[in-house]
């Protein structure tokens, strides 16, 4: 997928992740694909925590294997113009409560 931009902080939290979950790079590539055909996401595993003319942010649900289907959460902007994805932060729902607020305002104020 070559419109996808993963963020440092993403790369070191798929790191870390992957050391535990071993079937993280499946996970994400079969996420990849939906988003592909749905950017946006469908469903309820996809909720627009953000919204502007310029760009998306989306939090997903993302199934993993490893973890017998209980999910991490992905979150990611999709700008629209130029069909671009960016890929802002990984976590597990069971080790943080949340997203992290300042990844995400950082990335608009960069993105604007």
């Known amino acids: 997928?070559?419109?996808?931009?993963?963020?440092?902080?993403f790369e070191k939290n798929f790191k870390q992740l992957f050391k535990r979950y071993r079937t993280l790079k499946d996970d994400f590539e079969?996420?990849?694909?939906?988003?592909?055909?749905?950017?946006?996401?469908?469903?309820?595993?996809?909720?627009v925590i953000h919204s502007e003319r310029t760009c998306k942010i989306i939090k997903a649900r993302m199934a993993c294997r490893a973890?017998?289907?209980r999910s991490?959460?992905?979150?990611?902007a999709y700008a629209e113009e130029d069909k671009q994805f960016?890929?802002?932060?990984?976590?597990?729902?069971?080790e943080q409560a949340n997203e992290n607020r300042t990844l995400i305002n950082d990335f608009l104020r960069q993105f604007k």
Do not use: H, Q, S
Request: with cysteine; charged share 25%; aromatic share 16%.
């Open 72 to 76: 991490l959460r992905v979150i990611y």
């Open 86 to 94: 960016y890929f802002i932060e990984l976590y597990f729902k069971g």
């Open 30 to 47: 079969k996420l990849k694909e939906i988003l592909l055909r749905y950017p946006a996401g469908i469903g309820k595993n996809f909720t």
């Open 67 to 69: 973890l017998r289907d």
């Open 1 to 9: 997928m070559k419109n996808c931009n993963l963020l440092p902080e």
